[in-house]
């Protein structure tokens, strides 16, 4: 069992940068790859950047491409998502998963979920 927990979130203006965290209960996160996801209203759950378990390998959306880097401390059972020039169209809820093989950009691959981190970018 993986407990997620995202921090992080708020208000930035168009322009600015954000850093997600989210903090992992149990000895085995090193195990876990992770990724992370944001869904906006009315719209689906889509794949932000993902990470493998030790952290040598890193993916990330087109759409974040650049914009976006995803890191983890193991030591810390913490994986990270720092996101600079933001845009109002990055505005939803973001959330961390984990999963025990590789990191893909399927959200149904993933086993668990944190509860989210509403991140709000104003024009």
């Known amino acids: 069992q993986v407990h997620l927990v995202e921090s992080g979130g708020g208000l930035v203006q168009a322009g600015g940068s954000l850093r997600l965290s989210c903090a992992a209960s149990?000895?085995?996160?090193?195990?876990?790859?992770m990724g992370w996801f944001r869904q906006a209203p009315g719209k689906e759950r889509e794949f932000v950047a993902g990470?493998?378990?030790?952290?040598?390998?890193?993916y990330y959306a087109d759409s974040m491409t650049g914009r976006c880097t995803i890191s983890r401390d193991n030591a810390k059972n913490t994986v990270y998502l720092q996101m600079n020039s933001l845009e109002p169209e990055d505005t939803a809820v973001y959330y961390c998963?984990?999963?025990?093989?590789?990191?893909?950009?399927?959200?149904?691959?993933?086993?668990?979920w944190g509860q989210g981190t509403q991140v709000t970018v104003s024009s």
């Open positions: 149990g000895r085995t996160f090193s195990s876990y790859a």
């Open positions: 998963a984990a999963r025990l093989t590789s990191a893909t950009p399927h959200p149904t691959a993933y086993d668990y």
């Open positions: 990470i493998s378990w030790s952290g040598g390998t890193t």
